[in-house]
């Protein structure tokens, strides 16, 4: 399932396993390697017809941040996620903020304790859903990030980017006020598909993750 525990262990790196592991352990009477009871390794996948695209999505997506994490940490010395690097504000309801928090912490985000305006230059990433805030909560300037560069976007982005290869482009989830900002620093040719340098010399960057 996409939930919250699944997307955080994907986050981290951690392996995924097919319950069938267990079995073949005590089988045995001690830990055997986990290579053949991954879950998204073709050997497990074979044998499970009946899951859906959205189910060998999310198990092949397991089984790729895995391997990409464990190859940057023994080559870089490394315990980062996912989400390293990133530093976040977040600004949505209260019954999911705990959940979205501990996610990107998972997965090595920094996420910052509230959303001041003295937090936007210091910050990478801003997710918001103002749809389910409080008539009374407190609102994030949402332009005034954007003209700090910070990307500012729907919190979707965040199960989106570890499930699909290559990551999504941020505009597809840039928030309606911070469009405009984000147009600007795209090239504007490929402003739909891709987030690279502008032609024109423009220093400013929106930075993607990739996975080699």
């Known amino acids: 399932m996409r939930n919250e525990k699944y997307l955080a262990s994907m986050a981290a790196g951690k392996w995924i396993l097919h319950r069938s592991y267990l079995e073949a352990c005590r089988a045995v ?5 986990e290579e053949d009871y991954e879950w998204g390794c073709s050997s497990i996948l074979n044998v499970l017809p009946g899951i859906n695209a959205q189910q060998r999505k999310l198990a092949v997506s397991a089984l790729r941040w895995r391997k990409f994490l464990q190859r940057q940490r023994e080559t870089n010395n490394s315990s980062e996620g996912a989400f390293s690097g990133w530093k976040v504000i977040l600004n ?27 937090m936007y230059k210091e910050s990478s990433h801003l997710f918001a859903d103002f749809s389910k805030l409080k008539a009374e909560d407190p ?46 620093r795209l090239e504007p040719s490929k402003c739909i598909t891709s987030c690279k340098r502008k032609a024109s010399g423009d220093a400013s960057v929106v930075k993607k993750s990739r996975i080699n």
């Open 29 to 33: 009477g001690h830990f055997i390697e």
């Open 92 to 118: 949505i309801d209260q019954a999911r903020d705990a959940g979205f928090r501990r996610l990107l912490q998972s997965g090595g985000a920094k996420v910052f304790p509230g959303h001041s305006p003295s």
């Open 139 to 184: 609102r994030v300037n949402v332009v005034e990030a954007a003209a700090q560069k910070v990307n500012c976007l729907k919190p979707e982005y965040i199960a989106d980017y570890l499930m699909q290869d290559p990551p999504p482009a941020m505009e597809n989830y840039c928030l309606p006020e911070a469009a405009q900002y984000l147009q600007n």
